[in-house]
């Protein structure tokens, strides 16, 4: 199924749930008139935030779960700015207009220890890709998510019902205090896994890939760069790659490995 | 159902709807979305002699109905485009516009004459405008005789279509027009991008890497207009419109103040099937207002 | 509190937020919504040596974060103002600076002069850039020769602050301001509106009488702010940024590219009271990042 | 009362009802938190349509009724465009922000044979003038309302509780057929009037100003010009007057004397 990448399309759905999960985070659940396409684990979507002059442009958004079955997706988002704030007032019933499925996906491991480290809105992806493993790949996710405290702390029971959740906090309230790079998972002599999948703060997953290269294992990082179109049309959302320069994140990523791209780390 | 054909010099183009360069990659990233064989032409990205990496990442940012972006021409180079990118995109049943750029003007003959030999390429379009490059782009179409130097020798290296896209960043555009248009070019494009800057007040940041960049979108409407209208008037060559083309209603505005046809830029990126929505929408409009053709209502702004 | 006094020439102001001309009427027409004594100064509305009715109805347009005008200067001449307004206005404890206009150098001269002779009005800000007049206005604005010999001119005659306002219509907006600059002016005014049109596809029409109008509001943002940042850092004197400013973080953006105070104009259509809104705003935002004086921001941007 | 001229002021109102009277017309009743300023008949609030890049400016809408005691005010709206479309979609309990009292009044008539004729939009401030004048002046208002059929017609019973309510309909659905100006109360030999008052299409009140000036009664017209700000700082509503060329309408209107206009009637 991983290569299977289904055509891109423009959709409006119909908002049957905003779930507030606290002061920064809400879930918008998004059910689909017709039969949803194929979404891969780390493809992400951009939503149109309508007649508002500070937000022209859409906004990207991962894709956090997909329901076949119900023909429903959901997305996890942060307040950040204008439009997101925007979207965290629509109401049940309400419809929103998407570009879907966007981008590439993480890829499948070549063994089966694998870690899935997530900080902030970066958890998103990694939920899906955590069922997503477990459905087609067999492999049983192992999280390690970072949060600054934990009032922040999103639907652990849901990650919990997928694999083993390590949690740090910066403040110490719940878990390990501290980055996730300090948790002992990375800092045991036991410390070895096959790849961590990685999407947060880009100062989180440069630590990480540093982390994951003086232990040897592969890794994969989301990147959340700045987008125009989300199609490969704009050139805006380019990262700089050893292999090929200037690529654009919308379309050769937001999966990439961390060994390809040019970051000073 | 309107007779839609329209013309930019010797070629014909079955509908008005174009693309913009730059904003709609080589077609290929809309082909999900709509049936590229429909619109009148596409405009590929702007191309250069050599490979080109383009500005450093921040490139955009987003303004009151607008964005500006500080892409600065990153493509593959013409000989890439002839060898993988224009076999691939033969295949679409619209014109192939290629747009030509250069840091000098033997850059943009290097280009013109590798695409004249590309037989399903009847056109091309000499970029003069671009603000985010620092050699050549914009500083041809913001000086009256470079503007005139590289129309000239392009037009002499190259036999087919030859338009030509100016620059808004000027004080007359109609003088550029004029001049460009004795010097050989077959069209007029306009607008390119108006130059303009972005600041984070949090971070006291410019927000593109290269401080300042191109603005487009609906903000640069009422400019493009007046330009167009100015230009229309003052010329014998067509005029191809654009600049914050969102819908229909938009581009009829556009035909009325004299363009014959158009191309949409950043409303792809915000409805990836935008130009057919256009394309109909056009259709609607002269079917209800009783017009068989297009050319009923190019120019026929009611003063 | 910090320190907010700003200088324009010689003159110095108590804040760096005022009105621009045209959008303010006299001051008088926002006294149910706001203390005018508050604010740094207030441009009053563009006035000639004799009475103009201005252009016919239409005279704006609605356009994307934006409109159109074409006003054209409509006002009852010099010597009403010095006869009737000017009592009534001094009143107000803020600097009041007249918007000097012509349609030759001698009526600007004349203006000039009548003002000189107001005790209460320290500066003029001379307008060589309205889009909305057939002679004068613009036509100075776009020429550079044209723009000095007016400056010139009107240096000679007055000798308070001279503030020339400058057209964004033109290709190279540094070489106007060196040019006016080097004429004797104490401080630049950027930008006033840029040249515009708008089509009502359904009559036809255009939507102005008079075709073209001038774009004002956060459309033209991105155009302001590098014009501004452009020419802050090739001069000597002040620059005075508008074009756009709606709230406090627009206004702190200006400072950052350079400018020493500000003029808030459409945004005074909108929210009758928000220029003290602007001017708490940056009192809110240079003590929240411990700053003591607004002139740590100015030219401030972290590139 | 007449010539007490509030402040002009802005202020955030609460929607206390949208109300949809027809598939053009619905009425806003929105309440102050404080004391409604005094409110003169034919003026009107500039009315702000909030993040929306279609609608920068504010939008003039007549004050259609008010109301002292419960501290409301009542405005009608048809829509025309993006604007009243975006009005005539707001909730109770939102807040709408408006700039008001704007402009000058109806003046009080020489006599106390009055009529108000209003056609469409313009039935707006003959409401509240005729509750005014009943109120302050002691003159039952007579009303004449032209509507394009009866489908259209507004609240005929808040009028008729005033004072006696004629209507023509251009279909003749209801009372007269045809236009306002062909009715027999201003086609009769006994057709005199101290003032003629009105509010509507532009090319209704021309006909209406000619029609005064045959029967020789005063006529007072209410202007809907474009405005820019709706407080005499833009000089875009500008009206050519005989008396002193342009002047404002947002100011020294939006009611005029017909005479003082230089209309080509
Ligand atoms: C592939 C991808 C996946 C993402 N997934 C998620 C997710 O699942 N949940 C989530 O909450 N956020 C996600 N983001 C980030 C999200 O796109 C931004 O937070 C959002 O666009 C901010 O919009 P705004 O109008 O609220 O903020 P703005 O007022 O526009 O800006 C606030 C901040 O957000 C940044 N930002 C603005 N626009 C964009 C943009 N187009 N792309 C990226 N950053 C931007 C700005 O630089 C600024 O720092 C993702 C971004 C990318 C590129
Ligand atoms: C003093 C005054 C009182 C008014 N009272 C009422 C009223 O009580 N009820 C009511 O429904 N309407 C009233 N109007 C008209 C109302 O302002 C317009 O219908 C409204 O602004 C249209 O906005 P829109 O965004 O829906 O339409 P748009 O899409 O902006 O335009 C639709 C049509 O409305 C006209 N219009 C647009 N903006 C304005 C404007 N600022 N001023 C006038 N006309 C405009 C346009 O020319 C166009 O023909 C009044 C106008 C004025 C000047
Ligand atoms: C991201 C981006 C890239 C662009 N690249 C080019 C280019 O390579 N060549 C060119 O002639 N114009 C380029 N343009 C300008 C557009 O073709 C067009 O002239 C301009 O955007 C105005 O139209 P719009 O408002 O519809 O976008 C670019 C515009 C954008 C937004
Ligand atoms: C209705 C209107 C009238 C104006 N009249 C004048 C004028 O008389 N003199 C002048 O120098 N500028 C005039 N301007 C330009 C403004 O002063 C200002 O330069 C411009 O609007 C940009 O600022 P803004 O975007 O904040 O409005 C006018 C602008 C508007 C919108
Ligand atoms: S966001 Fe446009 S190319 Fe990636
Ligand atoms: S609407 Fe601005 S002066 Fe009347």
């Known amino acids: ?265 | 159902m309107a007779n839609l054909k329209t013309n930019i010099g010797k070629l014909e183009i079955k509908n008005p709807v174009m693309t913009a360069s730059g904003t709609f990659g080589f077609g290929t990233e809309y082909e999900d979305f709509i049936d590229i064989s429909r619109l009148g032409g596409i405009l590929v990205k702007g191309i250069t002699g050599a490979e080109r990496q383009g500005n450093p990442y921040p490139r955009m940012a987003e303004t009151p109905s607008g964005m500006l972006n500080a892409v600065g021409l990153q493509n593959k180079g013409i000989d890439y485009f002839v060898e993988h990118i224009y076999p691939e995109i033969s295949k679409f049943d619209t014109e192939i516009i290629v747009n030509v750029n250069g840091g000098t003007i033997e850059e943009y003959i290097d280009v013109a004459s590798k695409v004249e030999k590309l037989n399903k390429i009847k056109a091309i379009e000499l970029n003069i405008s671009c603000p985010n490059v620092k050699q050549g782009g914009m500083v041809f179409g913001t000086h009256c005789p470079s503007a005139v130097a590289v129309t000239q020798a392009v037009r002499n290296a190259y036999s087919k279509t030859l338009m030509v896209k100016l620059s808004p960043n000027v004080t007359n555009i109609v003088d550029f027009a004029l001049a460009v248009e004795e010097a050989g070019a077959d069209s007029i494009s306009l607008i390119n991008t108006l130059l303009g800057m972005a600041i984070d007040a949090k971070t006291r940041k410019p927000l593109l890497s290269t401080i300042t960049g191109g603005l487009s979108g609906p903000a640069v409407k009422p400019v493009a207009l007046r330009m167009v209208w100015q230009v229309a008037k003052s010329v014998k060559i067509p005029v191809i419109g654009m600049g914050g083309i969102m819908n229909a209603t938009d581009a009829i505005e556009f035909f009325l103040a004299g363009a014959s046809a158009i191309q949409v830029g950043t409303a792809n990126f915000i409805n990836p099937a935008v130009t057919i929505e256009i394309l109909e929408g056009i259709n609607e409009y002269l079917d209800n207002n009783g017009f068989s053709c297009l050319s009923e209502i190019v120019g026929a702004l009611d003063i």
């Open chain 1, 1 to 265: 199924m991983n290569n299977i990448k289904a055509k891109k399309r423009v959709e409006d759905f119909t908002i049957i749930e905003n779930k507030r999960l606290n002061k920064e985070f809400f879930i918008l659940k998004l059910k689909s008139a017709g039969e949803l396409p194929v979404i891969l684990p780390g493809q992400f979507a951009e939503v149109r935030i309508d007649d508002n002059p500070t937000t022209f442009l859409r906004r990207p958004i991962s894709i956090y779960n997909v329901d076949y079955s119900g023909n429903t997706i959901e997305l996890l988002i942060k307040i950040a700015g204008d439009g997101t704030k925007k979207l965290s007032e629509l109401k049940d019933g309400g419809i929103l207009n998407i570009v879907y499925p966007l981008g590439n996906s993480f890829s499948k491991p070549a063994g089966t220890k694998v870690l899935l480290i997530g900080g902030g809105t970066g958890v998103a992806p990694m939920l899906i890709l955590g069922k997503y493993m477990k459905a087609n790949w067999g492999i049983e996710p192992l999280f390690l998510l970072g949060y600054r405290s934990d009032k922040l702390i999103i639907e652990k029971e849901r990650f919990e019902a997928l694999g083993k959740v390590y949690i740090t906090t910066e403040d110490g309230s719940d878990g390990y205090k501290g980055f996730v790079t300090q948790h002992p998972i990375l800092n045991e002599p036991e410390s070895n896994f096959d790849i961590i999948y990685t999407c947060g703060p880009e100062i989180m997953m440069k630590a990480i890939a540093k982390k994951a290269k003086e232990l040897n294992s592969a890794c994969e990082v989301s990147l959340e760069n700045l987008m125009g179109c989300g199609i490969g049309a704009c050139l805006c959302c380019i990262v700089d790659t050893k292999d090929k320069g200037n690529v654009n994140t919308c379309t050769e990523g937001p999966v990439f490995n961390s060994e390809r791209l040019k970051w000073q780390i």
